[in-house]
């Protein structure tokens, strides 16, 4: 299956969901204020945030009015390409090599699996590939790490259960100059958003990574559980706010029928996603595109 089947695939119950809505919407109401009241209900119980919803249905109303439409498929389409152009506010980064990449996320989100299929992404894309073992808080992370880094086949650099994490990622990356690696890829410890010395330890690899590797690309992505719906816009919110994110892995897409919230992380926080997991095996991971995501939405 290619990516774009993949992504059809693990929207399959968000766009039953929000299909079977939309279409009762345009069998019992004409375009009218009752029509898009209940539009940006059905964008809201998809997890769409009400301040998104209401600016995507806004626009709607206004270029339907604007041409006197009263057709089904006109407004669908135009739906689409709002929807389409509010992912788009936020640019997915152009990754360029040597590049460094630190994740980040609450526990359980699946930060360590995420990482092991990010590191055979890069691997089939003909990249040398190093991964740190960071998370030194989570007894067993770094031999969890260490499986997907087998599977990956790729390097990794990790220390005894209990060391600075900081330590660890700094021979990681004096490892990827010397040996001239294409990308590390670094786990952190889950950490709840609301920990305040937590944030700060991940304040403190970020400085690392400045200091010691500056002609690398850096970026800082977040982990998301796609099941966790408009609570992910709150942890990213605080995330970014932390180290200044540059884009969001979304896991278990497959999950959920509800993955409004996306275009929220989009519109509003300006934050791209950049990779999506759409299950459990190694190349159950693809880039995200706009365009299939809005189409495999409904």
């Not at 001239?180 to 305040?196: M, S």
């Not at 002609?215 to 977040?222: C, D, G, P, S, T």
Request: aromatic share 8%; charged share 30%; glycine share 8%.
């Amino acid at each position: 299956m290619g990516f774009f089947g993949k992504i059809f695939q693990a929207l399959k119950k968000t766009k039953e969901n929000v299909s079977q809505k939309l279409r009762m919407l345009f069998s019992k109401n004409k375009l009218g204020d009752e029509f898009y009241d209940e539009l940006e209900e059905i964008l809201i119980s998809s997890d769409v945030s009400v301040r998104t919803a209401e600016d995507v249905v806004d626009q709607v109303k206004e270029e339907a009015i604007g041409n006197r439409v009263k057709d089904e498929q006109f407004v669908t389409d135009l739906l689409k390409d709002i929807l389409e152009d509010t992912l788009n506010e936020a640019e997915i980064p152009e990754i360029r090599y040597p590049c460094v990449i630190m994740f980040v996320g609450v526990n359980g989100v699946g930060k360590t699996t995420t990482i092991g299929k990010v590191a055979n992404y890069f691997v089939k894309q003909k990249k040398s590939v190093t991964v740190a073992a960071a998370d030194t808080f989570r007894a067993a992370a770094g031999d969890q790490l260490s499986v997907w880094a087998d599977r990956a086949k790729v390097r990794i650099v990790k220390h005894e259960e209990g060391s600075d994490p900081a330590a660890v990622i700094f021979d990681a990356v004096a490892s990827a100059k010397a040996k001239g690696t294409d990308v590390v890829l670094v786990d952190t410890a889950g950490r709840l958003h609301v920990k305040e010395n937590l944030m700060n330890e991940l304040k403190k690899m970020d400085r690392v990574v400045e200091r010691e590797f500056p002609e690398a690309q850096f970026l800082k992505l977040l982990v998301l559980d796609a099941t966790t719906g408009q609570n992910a816009l709150s942890q990213a919110r605080i995330f970014n706010e932390a180290v200044d994110l540059d884009g969001i892995v979304l896991t278990k897409l497959d999950g959920t029928a509800k993955g409004g919230f996306v275009f929220s992380l989009c519109g509003e926080l300006k934050i791209p996603v950049v990779f999506t997991g759409v299950g459990e095996k190694i190349d159950d991971l693809v880039p995200f595109d706009a365009e299939q995501f809005v189409e495999g939405f409904f």
